[in-house]
């Protein structure tokens, strides 16, 4: 947030890397996805984080872990838990299609989510920069690897 396109250098991208996998890459981070909806909206320092997760707690863990990589504290005024009273399926049953009956789509499916890879997109550069990697993912050129 704090830097351009002209202005982030190699030296930036290389502790942001250090950073990203102190916190989410030694063990991999994982988190639970979930059918209810957490925001953290923070337009000063750049965050507009949209989660689906199982619980409060869980959004909260999730967003503190992104804010400590930019030793940013967190802030209960941006949070925003959206406990919805709509019914998600998880086995949504089947549905006639162009002639045949096909299954139909699991919306907010729930499942465990693990962190892979981090990448800095930057404006004007064709290629994105990676960051961080945990093994088994076929990215070049990292700057971290675990």
């Given at each position: 947030m704090n830097e351009s396109s002209e202005t982030i250098?190699?030296?930036?991208?290389?502790?942001l890397a250090r950073e990203i996998k102190t916190v989410f890459a030694t063990p991999p981070f994982t988190w639970n996805k979930g059918k209810f909806k957490c925001t953290y909206t923070d337009k000063e320092r750049g965050?507009?984080?949209?989660?689906l997760v199982t619980s409060k707690?869980?959004?909260e863990r999730i967003i503190k872990a992104v804010l400590s990589i930019?030793?940013?504290p967190f802030d209960r005024?941006?949070?925003?838990?959206?406990d919805n009273d709509r019914?998600?399926?998880s086995t949504p049953g089947t549905h006639r299609v162009y002639g045949r009956t096909v299954k139909k789509f699991v919306r907010r499916r729930t499942a465990d989510v693990k962190f892979?890879?981090?990448?800095?997109?930057?404006?004007?550069?064709q290629?994105?920069?990676n960051l961080v990697s945990v093994s088994g993912t076929r990215l070049r050129s990292v700057i971290e690897r675990t």
């Open positions: 250098t190699r030296s930036d991208a290389e502790r965050y507009e984080l949209k989660l707690a869980e959004g930019q030793n940013h005024d941006y949070l925003q838990y959206i019914v998600y399926s892979r890879f981090a990448q800095l997109l930057i404006w004007g550069q290629n994105p920069v």
